[in-house]
């Protein structure tokens, strides 16, 4: 029995919605020359790819007078938000925590993002201990 298809974007539907994201409404042979510009890809597997991505709703399609133009139905924030929600409960039991952990242990972060990485943390818990306040009186 075939497994249900996947919302979440496989690794080539990313790097069609990377080129959506970064070009904006894009015509089939627009994408393919962005693909190209990495690798070689065949203008019908692209087609094929966005139809079933029209399926999926990650992309829209719209008639024009010049064709089809292609967009991103997903933001780039709301792909990142699914695909990071689904590492964290396949791979760290749904534990955000263990995930950031093996982040910093892994040494995959740098210097600039630790930093940023304390400032949200600190800012966070300043936002919380505001609104716990704010519900005890």
Same mark, same amino acid.
């Given at each position: 029995m075939p497994r249900p298809p996947s919302l979440h974007p496989t690794?080539?539907?990313?790097?069609?919605?990377?080129?959506?994201?970064?070009?904006?409404p894009s015509a089939l042979g627009a994408v393919c020359e962005?693909?190209?510009?990495?690798? $070689?890809?065949?203008?019908?597997?692209? *087609?094929?790819? @966005?139809?079933v991505m029209l399926e999926k709703g990650l992309v829209r399609r719209k008639q024009t007078a010049r064709?089809?133009?292609w967009s991103a139905a997903v933001?780039?924030?709301?792909?990142?938000?699914?695909?990071?929600?689904k590492l964290? $409960?396949?791979?760290f039991d749904g534990s *955000?925590?263990? @995930?950031?952990t093996h982040l910093v242990e892994?040494?995959?972060l740098t210097?600039?993002?630790?930093a940023e990485l304390r400032k949200l943390i600190d800012s966070n818990s300043a936002q919380r201990k505001v609104a716990k306040a704010q519900r005890n009186k």
């Open positions: 690794d080539g539907e990313l790097e069609i919605l990377r080129v959506l994201w970064d070009n904006g962005s693909l190209r510009r990495e690798r $070689d890809v065949a203008t019908t597997t692209v *087609a094929t790819m @966005l139809r064709g089809q133009q933001t780039q924030a709301a792909a990142a938000k699914s695909m990071v929600g964290v $409960d396949g791979i *955000a925590g263990r @995930l950031a892994a040494g995959r210097p600039e993002e630790l």
